[in-house]
């Protein structure tokens, strides 16, 4: 499956943004995906994720409760819904996938759990 994320941009903070990964090529409903993201300096790190059941969902602890990851299998899309950024979620924003068949029913927060990825788009919020 290839992805392609978008949707990223400047926001101020407290402000909202969504992101979008479409995957192309595949059964995208046989695909858990996740979010990851990467600021300048710091290792890529798991911000949400949600399975390829639709049973679950899992984040990051510091976006629990401002951050929302859906999908719509009918459309070959996974979103990020950010809602009351702050500074230190700037970076740039990962989508990745892994087929069922590696992971079952689980969403790890590891990258290398994650075969495939897309190329990334930023997402600057300033104060």
């Known amino acids: 499956v290839q992805l392609q994320a978008s949707g990223g941009g400047l926001v101020q903070a407290g402000g909202s943004l969504r992101l979008s990964c479409a995957g192309f090529g595949g059964t995208f409903s046989s695909y858990t995906i996740a979010w990851f993201r990467q600021a300048p300096g710091r290792e890529r790190e798991f911000v949400a994720g949600i399975s390829w059941t639709l049973a679950l969902t899992l984040y990051e602890d510091s976006v629990q409760g401002r951050f929302t990851i859906t999908r719509d299998n009918a459309k070959n899309a996974v979103y990020l819904q950010m809602n009351s950024l702050k500074r230190e979620d700037s970076a740039i924003y990962y989508c990745?996938?892994?087929?069922?068949?590696?992971?079952?029913?689980?969403?790890?927060?590891?990258?290398?759990?994650?075969?495939?990825w897309g190329q990334g788009t930023q997402v600057t919020v300033s104060s």
């Open positions: 990745a996938a892994v087929h069922r068949s590696s992971t079952g029913g689980a969403i790890h927060r590891q990258v290398g759990e994650y075969d495939y």
